[in-house]
């Protein structure tokens, strides 16, 4: 059954006297375009959420629909991204971190345990901070952190692609899809686009 760890870890750092437990998890590490998101969220101990996965397993139907009750069932929750230029400033890898740790410390509510998807997370002032491989299948918190995350880049990339309409951002959400690389074949990169992301496709379109 789906959860289960978590509920086994939350009893056991509750135990511990680890009283606010929070789930970060991002979204947008992939795309070629636009900026990292990342969320943080402190579930309540009676938290409902029937249908709560990975938020990639999810609809987008379904992943709206449990945006606003994810919320409206937190203690506290905060959404934070860092933009395409400062990706490639600083590389992916730093901006996510750099998101997850703004989402963490902008929380209305300071958490005693951050349990993070993957296996690196960024510096915190926390009491306990845990990588968790596949947390966002397996993590109550962690997983609502992802749908928070992946409906907010998503409604992001809507607004994106009524400003840059020709790259159909609304289709592919800035991912590497066969329609994007058409659109940037046709009408080149723009300014929401990740210039380090694209490295090997200016190195083909050099060498065809």
């Keep these: 059954m789906i959860f289960v760890a978590f509920e086994a870890l939350e009893l056991e750092l509750k135990q511990q006297g680890y009283k606010y437990i929070c789930g970060v998890d991002e979204a947008g590490r992939g795309p070629l375009a636009a900026p990292v998101f990342a969320a943080a969220v402190i579930l309540k101990e009676d938290a409902v959420l029937e249908g709560l996965n990975d938020s ?11 945006y606003d009750k994810i919320i409206s069932q937190s203690i506290a929750y905060s959404i934070m991204y860092v933009d395409e230029k400062t990706i490639d400033e600083i590389n992916i890898l730093n901006a996510t971190m750099g998101a997850m740790k703004a989402a963490v410390n902008s929380l209305k509510v300071k958490p005693n345990a951050v349990l993070i998807d993957g296996n690196k997370a960024p510096q915190l002032d926390v009491g306990l901070v845990r990588c968790e491989i596949k947390g966002d299948a397996r993590i109550k918190s962690i997983a609502a952190a992802s749908v928070l995350a992946k409906v907010a880049r998503d409604r992001y990339m809507m607004e994106l692609d ?8 609304s289709k592919h959400k800035g991912y590497g899809t066969k ?9 080149g990169v723009s300014d929401v686009h990740r210039m380090s992301f694209l490295k090997k496709y200016f190195e083909g379109k050099k060498n065809a």
């Design 56 to 66: 990639k397993k999810l609809t987008e139907k379904k992943r709206e629909e449990l």
């Design 162 to 169: 009524k400003k840059y309409p020709q790259y159909q951002f």
């Design 179 to 187: 329609l994007h690389y058409e659109m940037l074949d046709l009408y």
